[in-house]
């Protein structure tokens, strides 16, 4: 092997090693921070969920979320009746609103709407916060910014992922009745009648299941992009776009290997006997 190539994969595996060294601190970070960390944790809470500025007016990171994952629904309602009415069962437009809605819409809508948000928010903070030497400033006063910066956003993160998700999926269940009954014409007895007889309880467990899981992984890559930006304000340009590009294909693995492993081999709808 050349040593060019030699030396880049010896600088792969030293950037790999760093990565899981920081995923490591950072969890280590994010059990101890409620405790040590409290105001600032509270602080970054509402910061994340709220927003700040003008942002803050408009409802932040609920509203934006909220608006995305309604126009999610409508389109599945809208796509689910027109390609159901080809084969004349417009009738499960319901199902299909309580079966797409719960397992894959809603989850990987949310987190893209985190990414997006939150976690690109994220790490423009810390990537300006590395290039002004704010973090160094923090170790220099003994205090340790894993902690201190990373582990209040990780914690944050997954305590406004609860009610950001809820909202939707609520969002997303009205969005599809309304485009389905109220534009679509459809009768409120049969959408209701088919949504709420394969609407699963645990399904809906297990995608909030889903849904935090997502926002961990989330949180840990653009904490991490941030945490290590370099190269001034263009670096830290080029770590957001990174950080938004691996926790897009992130969220989308999580919910594939979530999928196959809660449903992959055991279909749990029968339409016919």
Excluded: C, K
Excluded at 12 to 31: K, N, P, S
Excluded at 119 to 134: D, F, N, W
Excluded at 175 to 183: E, H, N
């Amino acid at each position: 092997m050349p040593d060019a190539g030699r030396r880049g994969l010896l600088d792969a595996v030293d950037d790999l090693g760093r990565a899981l060294l920081f995923v490591v601190r950072a969890l280590r970070a994010a059990a101890t921070a409620p405790l040590r960390q409290g105001r600032e944790t509270l602080r970054v809470t509402t910061e994340v969920g709220l927003g700040t500025g003008v942002l803050a007016m408009f409802g932040g990171s609920l509203a934006i979320l909220g608006f995305i994952t309604l126009f999610a629904g409508a389109t599945v309602a809208v796509q689910g009746y027109n390609s159901l009415g080809d084969i004349g069962v417009e009738a499960l437009t319901g199902f299909l609103a309580a079966y797409v809605n719960i397992r894959v819409v809603a989850p990987v809508t949310a987190g893209v709407g985190l990414a997006a948000t939150i976690g690109a928010g994220t790490t423009a903070q810390l990537g300006a916060m590395r290039i002004s030497e704010e973090i160094d400033a923090l170790e220099v006063m003994a205090v340790d910014p894993v902690r201190y910066l990373v582990g209040t956003r990780i914690v944050a993160g997954l305590l406004t992922v609860i009610p950001l998700y809820s909202l939707s999926v609520l969002a997303s269940f009205l969005a599809s009745r309304v485009a389905t009954v109220a534009v679509l014409g459809q009768s409120p007895g049969v959408y209701d009648h088919y949504f709420s007889t394969f609407l699963n309880p645990v399904d809906v467990v297990w995608s909030f299941a889903q849904a935090i899981a997502m926002a961990l992984t989330v949180m840990i890559i653009h904490t991490y992009y941030g945490f290590t930006a370099t190269g001034g304000p263009a670096g830290v340009g080029m770590a957001t776009g990174r950080a938004v590009r691996m926790s897009l294909t992130a969220v989308v693995l999580v919910t594939l290997l979530i999928s196959l492993a809660l449903y992959g081999d055991a279909p749990t709808v029968r339409l016919a006997g």
